[in-house]
DNA sequence: TGTACATCAGTGAACGCGCGTTCACTGATGTAC
DNA sequence: TGTACATCAGTGAACGCGCGTTCACTGATGTAC
């Protein structure tokens, strides 16, 4: 219908998101140009105007989705407390899009066990489109080519480095543990059929990484460094 | 060449020996038929002799490679020490073929720290085609049908169980969670481009599990189970 | 404010390609005599 | 042991299909007068 200018920005907009969605919930082979533009009514032909090549916009997809994902875990459940802040941090339906890697600490999460209960949450598991990237992606981009690994792994960095700021003795080495555990256990239990056991994998991720939040017997001390 | 039965059934062995390859390394979605053959110097057209479908033959690669990748796992490094075991486990070529799943107890590692490390060496990270199906395809599997399910969690279960029979409490929790944080910490050390990084969490991973082996301070009864 | 026109967002036919699958065939295998 | 023949493992042309990408086009947008 209309062709205006802030149509096509939105048109874009709506094709990255729609993109961003797909691969998180099919993996990016199954991305196809013909099926996504059709997701958003538009016809094959026009997806060249906005993107150079399929494989570009793989790229700024994966982006896309691990900023999301990421977000996503920072805040609270997309379905009741997402609510409550929508005043205070979005301010227009596009302001979204740009500058979405400064943000750091204002988003951020209460403290580690909350964080790792919602990573480790049915609603998670049970939501891949909408959740994090880096668990969704993880297997497709260990065996994809540099430049989507090096995508992934700057997001896997500032999610640990979050991680590592959450936890009282700030340990690098216990974030990265975390951030690979939580990945495992999220993808695990979305392997198993049964539904109990697929509970039970969540369960005791959750149960043992925030035991490992409140620091080691060995050295036991409160709070502060350790070496 | 020749066409004698005996060779049809070593033509299949190596269809479905690469097939578990090559699905480990490009994922499910990459097997394509016709380089799946033209691999095993055959023609395209021979494959329906074998198996019923593309579709058929990915539910057999993926539990062989369940299979191999299991038992790489419990026995030492394919480089060196395979040789030195050949002698006794290994009677003729084709031997490998049947009852894979039957044996369970003998080829079990001595211990769950060896196992651990073996499982998070950079040998295992570096070779994905041979290694772990579960890290390789989780990704995959998840987003498949029940079928494909089903078959990766049988697997997945019989795997933590064997881990729960090495821990010194035997606990399925313990376990549960051990093989999530193998899993997701192989996967991510695969993502990282930065090689120290990716050897940092194969480190931390396995300081962390190791660690976790050696029973939890909270409860502190040395052996025997705790509720 | 109203008309003339360049721009350009989106359309849809067409391209070459690789895919999974089918099938008539070829020629070595292995059996019956 | 030697010949005649049915079997069947593997071949390669052909099929219909969906893919990524190109391009001549249409018609609303938005600017110049």
Do not use: N
Not at 37 to 52: C, E, I, Q
Not at 70 to 93: F, H, V
Not at 151 to 156: D, G, K, P, Y
Not at 197 to 214: G, P, Q
């Amino acid at each position: 219908m209309g062709h205006s200018q802030a149509e096509k920005a939105r048109s874009r907009e709506r094709i990255l998101q729609q993109a961003a969605e797909q691969i998180r919930e099919h993996g990016l082979k199954s991305l196809s140009v013909g099926k996504l533009m059709r997701s958003v009514d538009l016809t094959h032909g026009g997806f060249y105007g906005h993107f150079a090549s399929r494989s570009e916009l793989l790229a700024q997809a994966l982006e896309r989705a691990l900023c999301e994902g990421g977000a996503a875990a920072r805040t609270a459940d997309p379905t009741s407390a997402t609510r409550a802040t929508t005043g205070t941090t979005a301010t227009t339906g596009t302001a979204a899009t740009t500058g979405s890697t400064a943000t750091t600490a204002p988003a951020s999460p209460a403290d580690f066990a909350t964080w790792v209960r919602r990573y480790l949450s049915r609603q998670h598991r049970d939501s891949p489109g909408t959740g994090c990237a880096l668990a969704a992606l993880s297997s497709d981009v260990a065996r994809a080519e540099e430049p989507l690994r090096k995508v992934m792994s700057a997001h896997l960095e500032q999610y640990v480095a979050r991680l590592a700021a959450a936890l009282d003795d700030h340990e690098d080495d216990k974030a990265l543990f975390a951030a690979s555990a939580m990945i495992g256990a999220l993808l695990v239990s979305r392997v198993l059929t049964d539904p109990a056991r697929s509970d039970a994998v969540l369960a005791a991720a959750r149960t043992h990484l925030i035991a490992l939040a409140s620091s080691d017997p060995s050295a036991s001390v409160p709070a502060g460094e350790s070496l």
